[in-house]
């Protein structure tokens, strides 16, 4: 056991399952648990968890396990985790780091709000990284940066998140077999400058106001059942979706009768 790595997995989403049953298939690999949202119902990470007998921790006591020797990892995982790093969270000890991965671009897209800003700024390309966690958010040194191209007339939000983790999905494999078959920290690039997008500039960057490109702007926030772009309507806030979106959303086949046939009526 001894010649194992040593993982501490922090997540929350389906992607975080998925890597949680690679590294346990893994020879290699001992995942000494997980930092979930186990209070959540309906937890994929927690469900994979349990299922695979492997240890979910609350984040509080992973804190205090860290600091007592309880936990001592090799190399700590975050994939789509909310909480910031701090103290022993960051795992000083670990021979291996902390690797974080972020579904946006570093080092020009910091924060929260990537899939949005992406839309909003016309962008034709995306891209997900892994980097090293640091003592604030998203400026740790980068390991690898992949790029993709993305549609600028049709992406949403939801469209780019699902297009994103698909390849974030093979960026973790990667990366973390890196790290696993490595005694050391990966070679890195600097993490200079970009872009930070906080959680209340993204949510005041929905309303919609005069002058707005209105379908960029309602692409750029379709993502249900969160709100997306909105405007006030006879005192009712109205969230916006586009002819384009809908088009996205019906199923293959269906028939536009009052489009093909406008004589229709009734």
Known sequence: ????????????????????????????????????????????TTRAAVQLGIK??????????????????????????????????????????????????????????GYNFAILDS???WACTAHYCDSSIDTGPIIDVHTFPICRQTTTAQSLEQLT?????????????????????????????????????????????????VERKARAFFFPPYEGAWKITNGIRCTLVTKTILEQLTPPGTTHIFTSHPEVLD
Not at 4 to 32: D, H, Q, S
Not at 98 to 109: E, K
Not at 180 to 209: D, F, H, W
């Open 165 to 213: 983790l698909r390849y974030m999905k093979t960026q973790i494999t990667e990366v973390l077999q890196r790290a696993i078959m490595s005694s050391r920290i990966l070679p890195t690039t600097p993490n200079i400058g970009g872009r930070y997008i906080s959680r209340q500039e993204m949510e005041a960057s929905k309303e919609v106001k005069a002058g707005d490109d």
């Open 56 to 113: 979910v921790i609350e984040y509080e006591a992973a804190k205090e396990q860290l600091v007592t020797g309880v936990l001592a990892p090799d190399l700590g995982v975050s994939i789509l985790y909310w909480r910031k790093f701090s103290g022993s969270m960051l795992l000083p000890g670990a021979s291996r780091g902390m690797i974080n991965f972020h579904p946006a671009p570093l080092p020009a897209y910091k924060g929260c709000g």
């Open 123 to 125: 962008l034709e390309e």
């Open 1 to 44: 056991m001894s010649n194992l790595v040593k993982i501490l997995l922090f997540g929350r989403k389906l992607i975080t399952a998925e890597t949680l049953r690679w590294l346990v298939a893994n020879p290699c690999v001992e995942v000494l648990g997980v930092v979930t949202d186990s209070h959540l119902e309906g937890s994929p």
